[in-house]
């Protein structure tokens, strides 16, 4: 649970040693991890890091793990070259260090993640999954872009009754 010491109730855990089975990619402005099935798919899924980025080798192997099951899976920089939360930080400056990285504020990286899915990778159907940060950002996702067709928050913040109303709409 988040408290004033730590503000965020996220935990890097055990970090993996993983070195993945994908690629990086440029996507326009940003960078992304790419891993493709081993059969050809016209479904891909949006994998959105917690705090801790893109690169973090956790979330890779989750990446990984969804293109072993046959979905195209992309983790997109959505920090955008900045730098993430590094577990050794001083909490006390966790809201300063996420001002120019708010979760509902990542339209135009989405735009180009789902136009390159779509035109360079031949996908038809897409979907997203976000941890922590990320479940905030799978939230502001799935009620503005009706092209995805499911959306998994895992542990992230719990929206307002008003989004909730509107998930469910």
Known sequence: MANEAAPCPCDIGDKMDYGGRGKEVQIEHINAYLTKPSVKTEKAVIVIQDIFGWRLPNTRY???????????AICPDFFVGKDPWNP???WST?????KDKQPT????????????LKEQC??????V??????????HHLILH?????AGVSVYG?????????????
Not at 94 to 98: H, N, T
Not at 107 to 112: C, S, T
Not at 157 to 168: G, I, Q, V, Y
């Open 62 to 72: 989750m990446t990984d793990m969804l293109a072993q099951n046959g979905y195209m």
């Open 88 to 90: 050794t930080n001083d």
């Open 94 to 98: 966790f809201q300063e260090w996420l």
């Open 105 to 116: 504020k990542i339209n135009k990286e989405a735009d180009v993640v789902l136009k390159y």
């Open 122 to 127: 031949n996908v038809t159907k897409s979907a």
């Open 129 to 138: 999954i976000g941890f922590c940060w990320g479940g905030v950002a799978t």
């Open 145 to 149: 872009y009706p092209e995805l067709k």
């Open 157 to 169: 913040d719990h929206p307002s009754e008003e989004t909730t109303r509107k998930l469910f709409s």
